[in-house]
């Protein structure tokens, strides 16, 4: 009885564990700690970024220098991971970029507990805090300067305080920089090996974010439909692949233009090849979405080629059967026509790498083609064409 007595009295034990308040204020707590100390990371890899940034611009010393770095400070409140992650960072960004001119020396001395004897007694402390006994270790590892990186919380401001002293007992600043960016920005994960002002960053991570490169190169796959004029004559679908580039016209997206080449075959049929141009407006908002498609309309042309015996449903007349003859015996003789096109679409795309269009086209040079229909005929315009396509866009 006592065995399941147990049983039963566990399962409430953990129902009561979850219920408590101060456990439940404890967890949240710990979680809200744990996505600010990712922000302040990030963003202390951002002011870092800036700094190394701008000793790239000019550099704090001429000449390649050796450095200690003496300390680095993190708020108060966080372990010293964060710290070593922080050292990680910045070590990085100096190898990667030695046109700083700084070059870091190993200084054991500096964090570790060191005893030094003087005139005024012996005193007990971290290296970094005594500046005869910093001195002596920049002498030991052949630095003459050392580097300070404070970071401090500020209201919604993380601050940066950099500093480069000369290794004497009064530690003379040689260098100063402070530096401070709001917690609420986004940093801009720089790449250490590449390093970019923080305005060009992000204009490369919004471009990133949402396809804003000037240039796309799309690949279309699509079909076009003609309907019969009359039952004796009928014309295939044509499937078509073309290739092209588009270009942004504006920072937003909010106009395209493009122009491709397309070319179609049919066995026995036809070859068929396309030049085209198409301007686009979207409409679905004021700039490209990252969360939902985006819906464009456009407006176009095209010049079309056919060669081949479906040709001839193009042609105004009916060909006779002496000129069927002809063809079909021989292949040098097979008819070709072109006809220009006027476009009208709506292209639904998908962060600029996927669409679907539908479009309808008006071609006016077979209005009285023996073997093309209308689909809709309003006198001044008439529908010739319906046509889709999926896109591809690189």
């Known amino acids: ?64 220098t050796n450095v200690v770095l003496a300390d680095v400070s993190v708020p108060v409140g966080f372990s010293s991971g964060l710290q070593a992650l922080i050292e990680n960072h910045f070590n990085t960004l100096l190898i990667k970029n030695p046109q700083t001119h700084l070059t870091l020396t190993h200084c054991p001395e500096c964090t570790s507990l060191v005893v030094h004897s003087g005139s005024k007694g012996t005193i007990v402390a971290r290296g970094f805090d005594q500046p005869e006994a910093l001195a002596t270790a920049g002498k030991i590892s052949g630095s003459k300067h050392a580097l300070f990186l404070d970071f401090e919380v500020e209201g919604s401001s993380l601050v940066l305080r950099a500093r480069i002293t000369s290794l004497e007992a009064d530690l003379p600043i040689v260098y100063a920089r402070t530096l401070s960016t709001l917690n609420t920005s986004a940093a801009m994960l720089r790449d250490p090996e590449h390093l970019k002002s923080a305005e060009d960053a992000r204009k490369e991570y919004l471009d990133a974010l949402e396809g804003r490169g000037i240039f796309l190169v799309p690949i279309r796959l699509g079909v076009r439909v003609f309907t019969p004029r009359n039952q004796s004559i009928v014309i295939t679908p044509f499937v078509w692949l073309s290739v092209g580039i588009e270009a942004s016209l504006t920072q937003a997206r909010a106009w395209t233009a493009s122009f491709s ?25 004021s700039t ?14 095209a010049v079309v080629n056919v060669y081949g015996r479906e040709a001839l449903a193009f042609r105004r007349n009916i060909p006779t059967i ?17 006809y220009g096109t006027i476009q009208l679409g709506a292209e639904l795309r998908v962060k600029n790498r996927v669409s679907v269009i539908l479009f309808i086209e008006s071609a006016p040079g077979i209005n009285d083609a023996e073997g093309v229909g209308k689909f809709l005929d309003l006198g001044i315009l008439s529908i010739h064409t319906i046509g889709v396509e999926a896109s591809f866009c690189f």
């Open 288 to 301: 490209v979405s990252l969360t939902r498609p985006d819906l464009y309309a456009f407006f176009g042309g």
């Open 1 to 64: 009885m006592k065995v399941w007595a147990l049983l039963f009295l566990i399962p409430s034990f953990a129902l009561a564990a979850e219920l408590d308040p101060k456990e439940s204020q404890r967890e949240q707590l710990e979680k809200l700690r744990t996505e600010v100390a990712g922000q302040i990371q990030l963003q202390a890899y951002d002011l870092l970024d800036e700094l190394v940034f701008g000793w790239i611009q000019q550099a704090p010393f001429a000449l390649q």
């Open 322 to 338: 002496e000129e069927l003859t002809i063809i079909f015996r021989d292949r040098a003789s097979e008819p070709s026509f072109t």
């Open 261 to 285: 080449a397309g070319f179609s075959w049919a066995p026995e049929l036809h070859v068929g090849w396309e030049a085209q141009a198409r301007i686009a407006r979207l409409i679905s908002g």
